[in-house]
T-cell receptor, first 112, second 111 residues
Framework: NAGVTQTPKFQVLKTGQSMTLQCAQD?????MYWYRQDPGMGLRLIYY???????DKGEVPNGYNVSRLNKREFSLRLESAAPSQTSVYFC???????????FGPGTRLTVL | QKEVEQDPGPLSVPEGAIVSLNCTYS??????FMWYRQYSRKGPELLMY????GNKEDGRFTAQVDKSSKYISLFIRDSQPSDSATYLC???????????FGTGTRLTIIP
């Protein structure tokens, strides 16, 4: 039981490049989330998916797109990376009965 | 005003001391309260979960919620160097898909 996994762990991009961050969970959770974490800003929600086939914007969605591929997988795409997107990105999934979220190990992204 | 406010610290205490970490919240609808621990360069991990008001104890950790004052606390007894981490409080209400997080308090336990 791996919980929530994320790939890659680290990535360096040049401005304008695109990339997709992958996330998968094996806990049979319906809801999945993408956050970014920046110093002094805490965790900010980018997008979330309450169930397979649905996605909704969070607090900071601009510059990102998401895909809920199936119940297990939720990907985050940066179409044209900008230096302001340099951050640590966390994926999470939610246990329905307790409302708690379980986080992956994160992806450290640097945009030059 | 943020819905959940948390003093960012940093907070340094000697080993063995009792640590008190606190958050305040403004949304009266919040019913679920959580504390997450995040070690450096790791993802947040769930530490404590409480529903509504009251105390919950788990080993050296006690989570306390006072809904009348909208105050959330985490107490760590007999603090250890391994408790050095950033602690984030989080809240939500029934039917809400999203958690609202505090910005986190960085804690260092000095041996």
């Amino acid at each position: 039981n791996a919980g929530v996994t994320q790939t890659p762990k680290f990535q360096v991009l040049k401005t304008g490049q695109s990339m997709t961050l992958q996330c998968a969970q094996d806990m049979n959770h319906n809801s999945m989330y993408w956050y970014r974490q920046d110093p002094g800003m805490g965790l900010r929600l980018i997008y979330y998916s309450a169930s397979e086939g649905t996605t909704d914007k969070g607090e900071v969605p601009n510059g990102y797109n998401v895909s809920r591929l199936n119940k297990r997988e939720f990907s985050l795409r940066l179409e044209s990376a900008a230096p302001s997107q340099t951050s640590v990105y966390f994926c999470a999934s939610r246990a329905l009965r307790t409302d708690t979220q379980y986080f992956g190990p994160g992806t450290r992204l640097t945009v030059l | 005003q943020k819905e959940v406010e948390q003093d960012p610290g940093p907070l340094s205490v000697p080993e063995g001391a009792i640590v008190s970490l606190n958050c305040t919240y403004s949304n009266s609808a919040f019913q679920y309260f959580m504390w997450y621990r995040q070690y450096s360069r790791k993802g947040p991990e769930l530490l404590m979960y409480t529903y509504s008001s009251g105390n919950k104890e788990d080993g050296r950790f006690t989570a306390q919620v006072d809904k009348s004052s909208k105050y959330i606390s985490l107490f760590i007894r007999d603090s250890q160097p391994s408790d050095s981490a950033t602690y984030l409080c989080a809240s939500s209400h029934f039917g809400n898909e999203k958690l609202t997080f505090g910005t986190g308090t960085r804690l260092t336990i000095i041996p």
